[in-house]
């Protein structure tokens, strides 16, 4: 050491208040900062007006009322000024990225870029206090009994970022603290309760992700063909969107499960999110009530939708079937979409009673063309039905039998649009092609035919039984 005093650059420790937790839609209504440096503490403070409507529930919690704010500058005439007092320091503050990710979004709306380097206390007490269980602002006033001089206003929360700076440097010293701030010092991105180490361990492969809340809940599942860098995007994206803040201020731990490519990892993560169910997924549905339309040419030649329901399904195997949706309702809603845009006859679709001689309430709404009077030949309705249904055309399998996809060292396994399993060897390729039926599931089978219309198609290896 030298006998020198150990020291570090100007820290201004920030708090802000705001309307809500919206980067895009809400505003800052008050900035607190307490800056130390060399000469002491340096005390900055101002309210602004956020042009803005604030809820009664934030002004409740933070006693901040539009009267307070009416005549108060809003950010952009304070915004060089706030500049200058965060120049050349490091922005601390509790929960960093909601604070830090506002302003950032603030200087961003005015043309001002902003890149100041980002100290996290939560991020510092979960390291030098790593047998406390919880680590917000509450917990820590609380552990450490920190003097509470005005809570969720800017500068008393400020001012308890400051307080327990102190007790840091009293506990473990300046060189130990020095240490803290080199260690978390660089990286605003990552979560409060994610390690720099468990992101670095993450390989930048194929595959799936799975960030998990408190008790090992699943959040989130995604999938991509690199890996850490995605994971990573959450978490920068979570400077300017609102879903990616969500997530990354409750994720607690992060798992993934490599796969060969780009076609495994769509494969497991459809199969990971029915599985465990993440609260912040789109749910997908299980295909257990799945149904489809089949069209039957009647006595007079008119092509009938008809209703093809679960257990009469076979999926890749019927010629004539489209869809597929997942419940009869969803099937008739798109049976009468596609009435109303190609002015089809509703009675004709079996969609309303058909009565000889009658138009249907559609002619007389002119969204039919007259096909339930002979005013637009069958033949053309028949048509027009089967142009307007082909899109949703169930494509019957292929191929003789099971087929394998080479992607990487591994072989996906595949027969009738279902997905069998993953083979790295002929004894499992043979095994799985093997092993039966299995259930039919709507997102592989689009997942599957996407891949194989496109460059996966010169990768498909027939499997013969052997």
């Known amino acids: 050491m030298n ?57 409740r919690l933070t006693g901040i009322s539009p009267q307070m704010v009416e005549h108060q500058p809003a950010f952009d005439e304070i915004a060089r000024e706030l500049k200058e007092e965060l120049e050349g320091k490091i922005f601390v ?13 603030a200087f961003k709306r005015i043309g001002i870029d902003f890149k100041p380097k980002v100290l996290c206390t939560v991020k510092l007490s979960r390291l030098l206090f790593p047998d406390q269980t919880r680590h917000n602002l509450d917990t820590i006033i609380q552990t450490h ?11 008393g929360d400020a001012d308890l970022l400051l307080q327990f700076w102190r007790v840091c440097e009293s506990k473990f010293g300046k060189e130990k603290i020095n240490e803290a701030i080199n260690q978390l ?31 090992q809940t ?28 969500k997530l990354s201020l409750q994720v607690r731990d992060i798992d993934w499960i490599e796969t060969s490519g780009e076609l495994g990892a769509l494969i497991l993560e459809s199969r990971l999110i029915k599985e465990r169910m993440p609260s912040m997924n789109i749910k997908l549905r299980r295909s257990k009530d799945l149904c489809g339309w089949s069209l039957v040419e ?15 399904l076979a999926p890749g195997l019927q010629e004539n079937l489209y869809g597929l949706f997942y419940s009869k309702r969803e099937a008739h809603s798109y049976l009468k979409a596609i009435a109303k845009k190609y002015h089809l006859c509703e009675a004709l679709l079996g969609l309303e009673k058909r009565v000889e001689g009658k138009s249907c ?44 996809i080479k992607e990487g060292g591994e072989m996906i396994v595949l027969d009738k649009w279902c997905y ?21 599931d709507l997102d592989i089978y689009k997942i599957v035919k996407k891949a194989l219309s496109g460059s996966y198609k010169k990768q498909v290896m027939p499997i013969h039984a052997q």
């Open 3 to 59: 006998g020198k005093e150990v020291s570090y650059p100007d820290l201004a420790f920030v708090d802000i208040e705001t309307t809500g937790s919206h980067f895009d839609r809400d505003r800052i209504t008050e900035i607190g900062i307490k800056t130390l440096s060399q000469g002491g503490v340096r005390i900055w403070e101002r309210l602004i007006n956020p042009q803005t409507f604030i809820p009664q529930n934030i002004q």
């Open 93 to 105: 503050a509790h929960n960093a990225r909601f604070d830090y990710g506002f302003i950032k979004a």
């Open 145 to 155: 009994g920190l003097e509470v001089s005005a809570r969720h206003r800017a500068l």
């Open 185 to 215: 010092v660089g990286n605003p991105s990552l979560p409060p309760n994610i390690d720099k180490a468990l992101i670095d361990a993450i390989p930048d492969a194929p595959g799936c992700y799975i960030f998990y809340g408190e008790n």
């Open 218 to 245: 699943p959040l989130y599942i995604g999938k991509s063909i690199s890996l850490r860098s995605r994971v990573i995007g959450h978490f920068q994206g979570a400077l300017t969107q609102r879903k990616e803040m």
């Open 298 to 312: 009647d006595s007079s030649g008119v092509l009938m939708p008809t209703l093809v329901t679960q257990h009469q």
């Open 361 to 404: 309430f559609g002619y007389q709404v002119k969204q039919c063309g007259g096909a339930c009077l002979n005013l637009t030949p069958i033949t053309l309705h028949n048509l027009q039905l089967k142009t307007a249904l082909e899109l949703f055309k169930v494509q019957v399998w292929p191929y003789a039998g099971p087929i394998a």
């Open 420 to 440: 069998l399993g993953t083979a790295i060897n002929q004894d499992e390729l043979y095994e799985l092609a093997a092993s039966g039926e299995v259930e039919f």
